[in-house]
């Protein structure tokens, strides 16, 4: 009977691991984080809460630029609210491959990798919630599905349980 609570938990913390991205490595286009991430783009989409109801969606414009390999997105978001937010990713080489990425409301560095034509990040967003800072983890993948659009799907949780979620699509101009 001690074996039974070892195998739930064991089945809990197996559905808490994603994807790996090295299952992509052979998929196509390819993604580019440089030729992609590069010049103007717009980005549409939704916010869902923890159930997956729709809460809010946005627009967005996408200004992305490199320079000596430092990759800079500086975004513009609407809101269907009103409510309009900025937030300036920079995307800096790492050794190793990959990329190192900050911003303005993201605490500590975001870490991304690629494979094939997907481009992962993780990273720790901090919004106000209640008029109060709530720090969430973000699991970021992006689907590269033709040289002009990928698809976005992000994971939001805090302490290690799903809190939202949100799906958009990226669009080179």
């Not at 938990?9 to 440089?34: K, R, V």
């Not at 269907?80 to 560095?109: C, K, S």
Request: hydrophobic share 40%.
């Amino acid at each position: 009977m001690k074996i039974f609570p070892i195998l739930i938990m064991l089945f809990f913390i197996s559905g808490c691991t994603g994807p790996d991205i090295q299952q992509y490595t052979n998929m196509q286009p390819t993604f580019d984080a440089e030729t992609f991430f590069n010049g103007p783009l717009t980005a549409h989409g939704v916010l869902k809460d923890r159930s997956g109801q729709v809460t809010r969606h946005f627009n967005a414009t996408i200004n992305a630029h490199w320079k000596d390999g430092v990759g800079t997105l500086e975004e513009r978001f609407e809101f269907n609210d009103g409510e309009i937010q900025f937030r300036n990713w920079r995307l800096t080489p790492r050794n190793g491959g990959g990329y190192i990425a900050t911003a303005g409301d993201v605490l500590g560095e975001g870490q991304a990798e690629t494979a094939g034509n997907v481009f992962h990040l993780e990273y720790t967003l901090e919004i106000l919630y209640q008029g109060k800072p709530l720090a969430l983890a973000v699991d970021d993948w992006m689907f590269r599905v033709s040289d002009k659009v990928v698809i976005n799907q992000s994971t939001l949780s805090k302490w290690g349980f799903r809190v939202g979620s949100i799906e958009l699509a990226i669009i080179r101009q």
